[in-house]
């Protein structure tokens, strides 16, 4: 072969890259995404003992397989060269905390129930593409019935070994929830896996609002290991909202919170899924239903909600002004699809931009770590200071818009989050104030949550980490713009000085409030199923603006 002609097998491994390249790319596998893979693989821990050995075809090829308590390797079994060169390949590696399934494997024919000659053992396990968790399969040959139950009682043994997975869960779903999909993505995609798993599940299919509540008070908590809701933002705070209120009525003190008993795994089924989305970073059942059977558990912040005294509600976020106007005009066409109704509502509440004179406080967030803000906060209530030792900052003026958020909200419309400078359990919410300006001002603001950055970079927006809000609602600015008769009586829920009834966005339900609010943030008062994700998955755009 002469200098100048290529190499055939460096052409074969040119075409080899060429089409694994391509492979990813239609799984939607990016760059960025397949670097964090990459370094998410695992590295055999020589030192660790070695619970079982043996021989198994992986594939087409024969493989020295070892065991551990914490990993599974797997190394071809290589004639020696004539040379005798030995070659070294690096063993392929599986995490036994990634495995949630194993079966022993055999041949059946057709119609036959059950038995069979054994094939060898089958692993189920969990696989990360970007943000999304995927089922895959790892299958050791080996005819040996002996040899195969060995190895699969161990592996059966250590994986009982995993405390935080849970073993039997109360599931609720709600089958109204947007395109009434629910009880559907529940079958094809949870059951499956929550059956190979070997997790039970005693279901309930809610019936109306306050069903799951109600359920929730009389439910034998040391039955369960953890509660699934299969829904969306709704049913999501219902269930918190029930949770909290459990522990807090179990444990005697209906003044303090108390943190949930049982964490909550999230089946997203919703129009938006802003929790489901702060907790996997991606609107996926099947992602959902994993971080439930590997018991990835994540400590999150929530609020109360209180009015002159008197719990409104526990949640994770809140918008007055006009987050809570859209969602009053978007509850009038619940006949609509989400996706017109939630452009109907933005743009009639656009049209109609008013403004509201308010008393602003805040107490600005402390630096602490989670445990010290836990003990302090008890403190504070053993002590009775409810209200806390630390100074109130207070603003008065218009407002457009006020949110304040536990969690960063992120959704397919905000991949980075409504409040993307907040966490899941820093202790602290988000609060945004938008001050009067112009229409078109405003309606920069919004359009920069759909990009990376720059929504706060207004004049007219403010932002701070605060542990505690107060909002004084005092009068409404009118709008000069005629209206229909369909119009005024929407108008006189929110315009009157009189009876005044302010209504408000909590976690995507619409709650009319007359009085000043008070919402103070609790540290790690639930425990939701999924991990911390700075940024969702984005494959949605609105384009009402």
Known sequence: MSAFEDDPREERKKKKKKKKIKSEEKLGVTAKEKEENEEQKPEVNSSECVLLR??????????????????????????????GEVCSLRPGVLMLREVFAVKVKRRRAAGQPSGGPVLGVTLFYCKRRGRRLVEDTLHLHNASSEHTHAWYNKLRELLTGFSSRPRCVKVFIN??????????????????????????????????????????????????DGVVCVGGDGSVAELCHALVLRAQLDAGSPDSP?????????????????????????RDPVTAAMHIILGHLQQVDMCS??????????????????????????????????????????????ARLRADHCQLSFQASNTNTLS???????????????????????NQGLYLSISIMAIPCLSPHAPRGLAPNTRLANGSAELIAVGDTSRSEFIKHLKRYSTSSGQ??????????????????????????????????????????????????????????????????????????????????????????
């Open 175 to 224: 089958p109204s929830s947007h395109k009434k999909e629910a009880v559907h993505i529940y079958r094809e995609h949870v059951a499956p896996l929550f059956k190979m798993a070997d997790v039970r599940t005693d279901i309930t299919v809610t019936e109306m609002r306050g069903h799951a509540l109600s359920v929730m008070k009389e439910l034998k908590l040391d039955e369960f």
């Open 258 to 282: 108390v943190s949930a008993g049982l964490p909550l795994g999230i089946i997203p089924a919703g129009s938006t899924d802003v929790v489901s989305c702060s907790v996997h970073g991606v």
């Open 372 to 394: 010290e803000q836990l003990n302090q906060e008890e403190e504070q209530h053993q002590n009775g200071d409810l209200e806390g030792a630390e100074s109130w900052t207070t």
């Open 456 to 545: 706060f970079n207004s004049s007219f927006v403010e932002t701070h980490a605060v542990s505690a809000v107060r909002l004084c609602p005092q009068t409404v600015i009118g709008c000069s713009e005629e209206e229909s008769e369909d119009d005024s009586r929407m108008t006189a829920i929110i315009q009157s000085e009189t009876a005044a009834v302010f209504p408000w966005n909590i976690d995507g339900e619409l709650v009319e409030i007359p009085n000043d609010v008070l919402i103070r943030v609790h540290p790690g008062l639930i425990t939701l199923y999924g991990e911390e994700v700075p940024e969702a998955e984005s494959n949605v755009s609105c384009s009402c603006i």
């Open 54 to 83: 043996g021989i198994f075809k992986v594939g087409k090829k024969s493989h020295d397989v070892l065991l551990t308590s914490t990993t599974l390797t797997w190394t071809p079994i290589m004639p020696e060269s004539p040379t």
């Open 305 to 350: 909600f209180s009015s002159q005294g008197q719990l409104l509600r526990f949640g994770f976020s809140a918008m007055f002004g006009f987050g809570g106007r859209s969602l009053a005009w978007a509850e009038k066409k619940r006949w609509m699809p989400s996706s017109r109704r939630r452009e109907y509502a933005l743009v009639k509440t656009l």
